[in-house]
């Protein structure tokens, strides 16, 4: 049974930082792609960033320079640290296990973590 649990979210002033982790079980988490999505309400969940299982990352364009992923293969967890945090980036933030190719595609989910950043 796969299992991703979410947690670091919380509450921050703009131009703050916060640190989200996602803690994994039940899958071979060496070998697998890891990434973190965001939604905010009436909008489609978007890719935030992705780090492949060699250590590669790609990020979305509005959080190059500022978020940085990467993964302990020993803890089985994929970490998110975000920093200069901006109103827009308000939103619950997930984990997922990716599949690459032929396009990035998430299959399974954690629960999500609140990410709430004011002005």
């Known amino acids: 049974q796969v299992q991703l649990v979410e947690s670091g979210g919380g509450s921050v002033q703009a131009g703050g930082s916060l640190r989200l982790s996602c803690a994994a079980s039940?899958?071979?988490?060496?070998?697998?792609?890891m990434g973190w999505y965001r939604q905010v309400p009436g909008k489609q969940r978007e890719l935030v960033a992705i780090i492949n299982n060699d250590g590669r990352t790609n990020y979305a364009d509005s959080v190059k320079g500022r978020f940085a992923i990467s993964r302990d293969n020993a803890k089985k967890t994929v970490y998110l640290q975000m920093n200069s945090l901006k109103f827009e980036d308000t939103a619950v933030y997930y984990c997922?296990?990716?599949?690459?190719?032929?396009?990035?595609?998430?299959?399974?989910w954690g629960q999500g973590t609140q990410v709430t950043v004011s002005s």
């Open positions: 039940g899958i071979i988490f060496s070998a697998r792609a």
């Open positions: 997922a296990t990716v599949w690459l190719t032929p396009t990035p595609r998430p299959d399974y």
